[in-house]
């Protein structure tokens, strides 16, 4: 397996996640672009572990795209569902936290840093299921079981990260930091 696949597959789903912007909201387009770049998500990873061709480029290129891909998912989404201000709240808290915690972790340990961690893996499962529930169950439901999720998923990273006196990566859940 050549080295640079695993980085290839991130690369279409970072062009397939600014294409998403193209959707109007939660149409048939959206759901195919976004189905892709689900399982290049999952394939990436699988692919960079299964061939032992992870490097630190490739974690933080996965990182910086699955990003791009959520602010695509928010952009298109957001004006297309009838949100209310609670959920643009929760949204925006999420958020908060996530540069809060990324920007401690980047400052302490002189480079960009995204965890990895069990309950953000969730919180990413969860996304990526979820414009497929908006479809059939109620949007605050939805809304309200991501959010939990993802905010867990951001307290959890930011609490490792303002404990960690060294950088660890491959840490996957606050129970496993050495205090």
């Known amino acids: 397996m050549k080295s640079w696949v695993p980085d290839a597959i991130t690369a279409s789903r970072l062009i397939a996640s600014v294409l998403l912007l193209a959707a109007g909201g939660l149409d048939i387009y959206f759901l195919v672009i976004y189905c ?14 299964k061939y032992d061709l992870c490097t630190e ?4 290129f996965d990182s910086v795209t699955d990003l791009v891909l959520v602010l695509a998912r928010l952009a298109v989404l957001i004006p297309a569902m009838p949100a209310e201000p609670w ?6 808290i999420i ?8 920007s401690i972790a980047s400052l302490k340990f002189r480079r960009p840093v995204f965890l990895h961690t069990k309950l953000n893996k969730i919180a990413g ?4 299921v979820s414009p497929v529930f908006m479809l059939f169950t109620d949007l605050g439901l939805v809304v309200a079981v991501v959010c939990t999720v993802s905010l867990a998923g951001a307290l959890g990273e930011l609490a490792i990260n303002i ?4 950088l660890n990566p491959g840490i996957r859940t606050f129970r496993d930091l050495q205090l």
């Open 36 to 49: 892709y770049c689900g399982i290049s998500d999952l394939a990436d990873g699988y692919v960079a572990r």
């Open 87 to 92: 959920m643009i709240y929760f949204i925006i």
């Open 125 to 128: 499962a969860c996304l990526r």
């Open 57 to 60: 480029f490739g974690s933080a």
């Open 163 to 166: 404990k960690s006196e060294e």
């Open 95 to 102: 958020a908060f936290f996530r540069i809060v915690s990324f």
